[in-house]
């Protein structure tokens, strides 16, 4: 399952710019959960990252991920460049009884101050369908519009891409249209759906979900 439609990349912090009063440059939150953990990408999640990410399953309608460990570690320092910045956070997603990543969660800005941003994930197929992803994007939805203060988060999704696209309906994202041959895939251009979530609407159906609970 993915849906990072933007390469990992490895190049130097640029032109945007956050608060420096955001505390989340500083380290990103955990959050534990029976089954999995999320937290921040460390440096020795490299190899399971490529064990897990780099494979044709997960990797068939997303950019290319790196190829190597190598490759992998310099997205996870460019990814903590990235955090201290205040441009992007990056989870990884950690098995219950494992140490280190099979999938990962990225939130990047796409203007200054954070107030638009777009998300991406990927995670192993061996832990499809087990639940750890909606429990997770949970947790990283909460963190972009509580902790970061994001207004809208953006999403793109291949067209034919049915289980990345239908886990952002799970976790409540719109579908807005359809971006014609946008997304350049081994030399072949695919259509991509767009889809949208709101800050204000979040709040709104989180505070039902906590009213209905107790």
Avoid at 20 to 44: K, Y
Avoid at 70 to 82: E, K
Wanted: net charge positive; with cysteine.
């Amino acid at each position: 399952m993915g849906i990072l439609t933007r390469p990992l990349q490895t190049g130097r912090p640029a032109g945007l710019s956050q608060p420096s009063d955001a505390t989340w440059r500083q380290g990103l939150p955990s959050f534990v959960e029976p089954g999995f953990t999320l937290r921040e990408i460390e440096m020795d999640d490299a190899a399971s990252l490529l064990a897990h990410v780099a494979t044709d399953d997960v990797s068939r309608f997303i950019s290319p991920p790196p190829a190597t460990v190598a490759g992998f570690q310099r997205f996870i320092h460019w990814s903590r460049q990235h955090r201290e910045a205040g441009h992007s956070a990056c989870f990884a997603i950690v098995p219950e009884g494992a140490t280190r990543a099979v999938g990962l969660f990225q939130v990047r800005s796409l203007e200054t101050g954070f107030v638009r941003a777009e998300w991406g994930f990927a995670m192993g197929s061996t832990y499809w369908g087990t639940g750890i992803f909606p429990a997770a994007a949970s947790h990283v939805l909460e963190f972009a519009f509580t902790d970061v203060g994001v207004a809208r988060l953006e999403a793109r999704a291949v067209v034919m891409n049915g289980r990345g696209n239908g886990a952002l309906r799970k976790v409540g994202a719109v579908q807005e249209g359809l971006l014609r041959r946008s997304f350049l895939r081994h030399g072949e251009y695919h259509d991509q759906v767009l889809w949208s979530m709101l800050a204000d609407e979040w709040h709104r159906k989180r505070s039902l979900h906590r009213t209905r609970i107790h």
